[in-house]
């Protein structure tokens, strides 16, 4: 873990490997009967390490991995972000039209807008000019006018 020392060689060390040898077991003695719940219950071993000490305990299977489930030829998380996607591009392009739409309506009803202002005026305009160069008719000139009791006299 921790790096040599540069001036140092690595030593070599004598490994020694003990295998533990199994106890065989006791002799059977005349012991009660338990009850002892069906199924398989595993034996029970004792091993005896070479420093003397006697290690006793029950022998533990592999675990076995669960069988891998077949997996789709594409993920899950794939089509979802390419359904997104397409969703995503299919609003873009309907808000693209939406916007161009509401964008030429708007001009549409300026121009009818402004084609109605300017023939409004138009028509403002020649009933005032006509009005001055009226010509025919009768004009009555009035010089004085006196009102007497809600009546009117020239």
């Known amino acids: 873990m921790y790096p040599e020392h540069p001036g140092h060689a690595p030593t070599e060390r004598a490994v020694e490997v003990h295998q533990p040898t199994p106890i065989t077991p006791a002799a059977v003695t005349s012991a009660p009967l338990l009850p002892v719940q069906p199924g398989h219950v595993p034996a029970v071993a004792s091993v005896v390490l070479p420093d003397g000490r006697v290690v006793t305990g029950y022998a533990i299977e592999p675990a076995k991995p669960e069988p891998v489930a077949a997996k789709p030829p594409v993920s899950r998380a794939a089509v979802n972000v390419a359904l997104g996607g397409v969703g995503f591009l299919a609003v873009c392009g309907g808000l693209l039209l939406l916007t ?55």
């Open 100 to 154: 161009t739409f509401i964008t030429a309506l708007t001009a549409l009803v300026t121009q009818l807008i402004t084609l109605a202002a300017v023939i409004f005026g138009g028509w403002i305009a020649v009933q005032v000019f006509s009005a001055s160069s009226h010509k025919g008719g009768n004009t009555f000139n009035i010089r004085k006018a006196v009102f007497k009791r809600n009546h009117f006299h020239s």
